[in-house]
């Protein structure tokens, strides 16, 4: 039931990343020169675009040690890639992960088991209930800012955000640096399974006080989560 589940899923995913991608193409010319894949799990984000663009350099984050060890091995060979196992946060320092019996769910945030979302969700991927929904590990956190700094980075073509309820912190830990970002590609659920402080305004209104502007938008097959583009206005000539 499981495996069924998340082949289902991952199927019709395809069709949103596809429209995903066939935006970004509009606006990169199938060009990227430095890409940040925030919440990479197993590296099926990188996997996909790389195949689809001409990307010179990718930066992958993956908290989860047991997802980490995957997206290692689907990447050794690809060579404009470098990944890393950390979370990107507002700062720096450590915290728990609730490593989620389906693990592109694991997130920093807490799961609301009340949620008639979670009950419908874990029906499925926990239906011999054999096993318990999520397991907490200890996690290293570093901001973006001290990131870009340390690699010496002038400018972040695409920023991929997939954190599970965790995005808004994401960007607060760019800082002044998220000056430096282009494209910034997020997922946001609308449900209340995963339990957030923040609202999608909280996050639309940060980007737009930091000159980014709404340029797409999709919802994903099956699911309360729309998948977000924001564009720099400042950065579109350069």
């Known amino acids: 039931m499981l495996l069924l589940a998340k082949l289902i899923l991952e199927f019709f995913d395809k069709f949103t990343q596809a429209k995903v991608f066939n935006f970004i193409k509009t606006i990169?010319?199938?060009?990227?020169?430095?890409l940040f894949d925030v919440g990479s799990h197993k590296g099926e984000y990188i996997i996909n675009i790389n195949k689809r663009f001409t990307i010179n350099e990718i930066f992958g984050f993956e908290p989860n040690p047991k997802s980490y060890e995957m997206l290692l091995k689907n990447t050794k060979k690809m060579k404009n890639t470098e990944v890393f196992n950390f979370a990107a946060g507002k700062e720096d320092g450590i915290s728990i992960l609730n490593q989620n019996i389906e693990s592109s769910s694991s997130s920093i945030n807490k799961l609301n088991?009340?949620?008639?979302?979670?009950?419908?969700?874990?029906?499925?991927?926990?239906?011999?209930?054999?096993?318990?929904?999520?397991?907490?590990?200890?996690?290293?956190?570093?901001s973006l800012d001290k990131f870009i700094h340390s690699k010496k980075i002038d400018f972040i073509d695409l920023l991929k955000i997939d954190t599970e309820g965790y995005e808004f912190n994401v960007l607060k830990g760019l800082g002044n640096k998220?000056?430096?970002?282009?494209?910034?590609h997020l997922e946001h659920h609308f449900d209340d399974m995963v339990l957030k402080n923040y609202k999608l305004s909280d996050i639309h209104n940060y980007l737009i006080q930091n000159n980014f502007e709404k340029v797409f938008k999709v919802k994903m097959m099956f699911r309360k989560s729309f998948e977000y583009i924001y564009s720099n206005k400042l950065l579109k000539s350069k």
């Open 28 to 34: 990169t010319n199938n060009k990227i020169n430095t």
């Open 113 to 142: 088991e009340r949620s008639k979302y979670f009950k419908k969700k874990y029906f499925f991927f926990n239906f011999l209930k054999k096993k318990n929904y999520f397991n907490q590990i200890e996690i290293k956190i570093m």
């Open 178 to 184: 998220i000056s430096k970002v282009k494209l910034i």
